[in-house]
């Protein structure tokens, strides 16, 4: 079976500095996604960035980028030049045969 | 249009009421999902459809009940709840590809309250 961590239940960092969440997990499988989904306060999920299993390239999406390292199981997200609009919860989320299994999410606050 | 709508945004029920979600999306997608979630924790899947069809149902009690009428709709309809199904119901979509599933893009969610 799938699991999915997320080791910081909570962090504050300030605005414009680089933070990252560090997410890791466990598959036997070799093909799989894995993402990044921000929800603020009371608002939507929206995803922030994907990452192919298959692809040895880090994703990048403006301010947010991953270090996926595939043999250690891990997908952090680091955000530069953090915003307060960056206040969210961030869950990381692995992808196999159409069923998402998230991890618990970290509480992201961005202090002016 | 990247859209996901879900109606009612808020939804007061008692146990013995009957009331119906929906979700809506014209992205083209043919996999629709709902999830319920929770205070402070992550969305928690209850149904797939993909092409119309329910391909899985993590074992959820029989009071609530799915519905795909076409590719763009999905509802969930509910029944003699429980005060512990109180929750935010997500919807999302994603479009199967070749290669396998792709993201899910989530609508804004129905806040239910069972009294």
């Known amino acids: 079976a799938q699991t999915v961590t997320q080791s910081q239940p909570e962090m504050s960092v300030q605005e414009a500095e680089t933070v990252t969440l560090s997410c890791t997990y466990d598959t036997s499988e070799s093909n799989y996604y894995l993402f990044w989904y921000k929800q603020p306060p009371s608002r939507q999920m929206i995803l922030v960035i994907r990452?192919?299993?298959?692809?040895?390239q880090n994703a990048t999406e403006n301010r947010f980028s991953v270090n996926f390292q595939k043999a250690a199981k891990s997908f952090s997200l680091k955000i530069s030049d953090s915003q307060l609009g960056d206040t969210a919860m961030y869950f990381c989320?692995?992808?196999?045969?159409?069923?998402?299994?998230f991890g618990k999410g970290t509480r992201l606050h961005i202090l002016p | 249009d990247t859209e996901v709508t879900q109606t009612p945004k808020h939804l007061v029920m008692g146990m013995t009421n009957k009331k119906s979600l929906k979700c809506e999306q014209h992205?083209?997608?043919?996999?629709m999902y709902w999830y319920k979630q929770k205070a402070k924790k992550p969305p928690e899947l209850m149904f797939v459809y993909s092409y119309e069809k329910l391909s899985i149902n993590e074992s959820v009690p029989s009071r609530f009940s799915p519905e795909c009428p076409n590719s763009s709709l999905l509802n969930l309809h509910l029944h003699a709840l429980q005060p512990e199904d109180s929750a935010l119901y997500l919807c999302a979509s994603s479009q199967p590809t070749l290669a396998g599933p792709y993201e899910q893009y989530f609508g804004p969610g129905t806040r239910l309250t069972v009294t």
């Open positions: 989320a692995f992808l196999l045969d159409d069923k998402i299994i």
């Open positions: 990452q192919e299993a298959y692809k040895q």
């Open positions: 992205m083209g997608h043919r996999a």
